[in-house]
């Protein structure tokens, strides 16, 4: 299985930004799915996550301004991203488990429960 992520860019302060995330080689309907984030010279960091069954979660930081969503029959998965702050800048990558547990876990907030990663798409935000 193959994540492929897009929608990154150069934005300006308080911009929008749509990622997506395709997955090839085997439907992922019935895996937990994610979003998270590196910037530079900082830890990999949680951003959203949305189950199979549609539960969804996201870090402070998003909460408000980001929304997850996926779409299975596509197999596709999204992050939209509103009031964007330079501080959101970072590559941001989109995960996958098969696991159908809680989002909420040490394991899952931390990446470690996801086994899937995909490479990663790159969000500037300028002030």
């Known amino acids: 299985v193959q994540l492929q992520a897009s929608g990154g860019g150069l934005v300006q302060a308080g911009g929008s930004l749509r990622l997506s995330c395709g997955a090839s080689?085997?439907?992922?309907?019935?895996?937990?799915m994610a979003w998270f984030r590196r910037s530079p010279g900082k830890e990999r960091e949680f951003v959203a996550a949305i189950s199979w069954s549609g539960r969804t979660n996201y870090a402070d930081p998003a909460k408000g301004r980001f929304t997850i969503s996926r779409d299975d029959a596509k197999n596709m998965l999204y992050l939209n991203m509103n009031s964007l702050k330079p501080e959101d800048t970072a590559v941001y990558y989109c995960v996958a488990s098969g696991s159908t547990g809680s989002l909420s876990t040490a394991s899952a907030l931390s990446g470690k429960g996801y086994d899937l990663w995909g490479q990663g798409t790159l969000v500037t935000v300028s002030s």
């Open positions: 080689g085997r439907t992922l309907s019935q895996y937990n």
